[in-house]
């Protein structure tokens, strides 16, 4: 079992930059498929979760949503048990709580990760 903490939420303007990190507790985070979500004000209800990014045990593969790929950027450092989000070019429709998960599956379909944080708020004004 793996416990998730995100951290780094944050007010942006358009066209800046903000990292989210995610901390795992326990030894087995390297086992840990590691994926982001986000979910947009006005889509509470978890189906409207929203797939962002994932990466891979070894870190060397990563999968992005067409509406954040070229700006954001997965990443995992499994000495530290973190997975990070770097997020540039940032836009007002990113605006969302975003999730970081873990999960035995290389997937991007969220039923699929077995753990999830609590959550982190990020606002990108205009």
């Known amino acids: 079992q793996v416990q998730l903490a995100e951290s780094g939420r944050g007010l942006a303007q358009a066209g800046g930059s903000l990292r989210l990190s995610c901390a795992a507790s326990?030894?087995?985070?390297?086992?840990?498929?590691m994926g982001w979500f986000r979910q947009a004000p006005g889509k509470e209800r978890e189906f409207e979760r929203e797939?962002?990014?994932?990466?891979?045990?070894?870190?060397?593969?990563?999968v992005y949503a067409d509406s954040v790929k070229g700006r954001f950027t997965i990443s995992r450092d499994n000495a530290k048990n973190t997975v990070y989000l770097q997020m540039n070019s940032l836009k007002p429709e990113d605006t969302a709580v975003y999730y970081c998960?873990?999960?035995?599956?290389?997937?991007?379909?969220?039923?699929?990760?077995?753990?999830w944080g609590q959550g982190t708020q990020v606002t990108v004004s205009s």
């Open positions: 998960a873990a999960g035995n599956f290389v997937t991007t379909q969220k039923s699929q990760y077995d753990y």
């Open positions: 326990g030894r087995t985070f390297s086992s840990y498929v």
């Open positions: 797939f962002v990014a994932r990466i891979n045990r070894g870190g060397m593969t990563t």
